[in-house]
């Protein structure tokens, strides 16, 4: 029997061996992806904060107009959007162990610095913004996260690793919106977490102290980044350069997996960021923070079903059949809203909602379990008869590729988290979700043509 490779990195590393694999390869990628899952978690909580935050500012002494406030919960997106266009080439070029601790480290600076910021009315918008544009280091994490977990695993087993990596870490987002307005309802830092403001609801004083919404994170940042540094591994085999990695930009396929990971991820990762807002605009007298949690927990919790389901039935499938559903939610979503600040129906919106946030989870998994596939089918195809050597070549260049376009779609499919917020701000619900639709009608005319119909181009 072999024995667990010694150190931090691993020079040996052949996960498509089943000896191999069922010896040595299984235990060591379980542990990468269990400490790497909690890193995650967190890091989405940081990066998804201003959800929360937002929605109290103005009642504690601020007076900041509707579009600010979604802009404060559109720049985090943003700002991971773009980061994760670099974070998504670290791993191979810095190693998993250390880009994961250093990654996590980074969380505590916009965490630290929002708490303080907060408990000053004379703060100006401006530091906001440049505190929320830091929120992005969380975003970031992402897509280097999902690129170092899919050098440790098998083809076959993919779907469900980056589904339970990125639909666990996904619940970062419903943990901070589940547990925000808990810990701002108590002094739990005592003396060192500052003193409490004061808002005032229906003639009533309350004490909250929304500084906590930042300082939380702190202790299990430090917790998780040490067991980073000395739990996690990094493989010698998925060095890389930036050089060798920026080949996929050549590649149709890299462009259109991001063209539809907008749909499924940046519509989860946007509407998380807008769901609170929108609630307290659209539905006056809702208290949006006893629901938004709800919405990204269902999404991240199905995500890993999505990747299941397309490892035993097959992404494109999956992926094609979802759009569908997700066309018909925004349409559900549509029907209850309020016309004109009149009518409404908050139960048939919160339940349309919630599947789409369904929707958005199985898409997620989908989508990320087509890309090893479509580019394991690609070089396949440029090696095929050229001998076990070729073959080898293959698969090694096929998880290079794999991890850079999974990092970087992840980057580009951020961007709608951004996009989502800001159009419900800036043109009003009604007119953001029309033009959703017409988006994902596009989602599904790529699937099909693509991957999903008879005679394909890369039926995956």
Known sequence: MSKEPQGHVITDWRPEDPRFWETTGKRVASRNLWISIPNLLLAF??????????????DIGF???????????????????????????????????????????????????MGVAVQDPTTPYSTFVLIALLCGFGGGNFSSSMANISFF?????????????????????????????????????GALGGEPQTIVKDGVEKKIWLQNAGFVWIPFLVVSLLAAWF?????????????????????????????????????FIGYSAGFAMLMKTQF???????????????????????????DKI????????????????????????????????????FAMFMVLFVTTGIGNGSTFRMIPVIFRAQNDRKFAG?????????????QKESAAVLGFSGAIGAYGGFFIPKSFGAFGAEA???????FYVSCLAITWWFYSRKGAEVPC
């Open 153 to 189: 695993y098998p083809k076959a087993q993919q779907g469900t690793a980056l589904g339970l990596n990125a639909g666990l870490g996904n619940l970062g987002v419903s943990v901070m919106q589940f547990l925000v307005p808990i810990v701002i309802t108590a002094g739990i830092f």
């Open 386 to 398: 050229k001998g076990k050597q070729a073959e080898e070549e293959s698969i090694k260049l096929s």
């Open 284 to 310: 006056t007298g809702i208290d949006p923070m006893k629901y938004a949690f709800l919405g990204p927990l269902v999404g991240a919790l199905i995500r890993p079903v999505g990747g299941w389901l397309s």
């Open 45 to 58: 909580s940081v990066w998804m904060v201003w959800s929360m935050v937002t929605v109290k500012l103005n």
């Open 63 to 113: 007076n900041f107009t509707k579009d600010q406030l979604f802009m404060l919960t559109a720049l985090p997106p943003l700002a991971g959007a773009t980061l994760r266009i670099f974070y998504s080439f670290m791993v191979p070029i810095v190693g998993g162990r250390a880009w994961t601790t250093l990654t996590t480290a980074s969380l505590i600076i916009p965490a630290l610095w």
């Open 432 to 438: 953001a979700l029309i033009s959703f639709i017409v």
């Open 314 to 349: 097959g992404g494109a499938q999956v992926t094609f059949w979802n759009f569908i559903v997700m066309i018909a939610a925004v349409m559900g979503v549509l029907y209850f809203l309020p016309q004109d600040g009149q009518g409404g129906n908050f139960n048939g919106f």
């Open 231 to 267: 739990g996690m591994n990094s493989l010698a085999t998925a060095k890389s350069s930036f050089k060798e990695q920026s080949v996929i930009f050549g590649y149709k396929h890299t462009w259109i997996m991001c063209w539809l990971y907008i749909g499924t991820f940046g519509s």
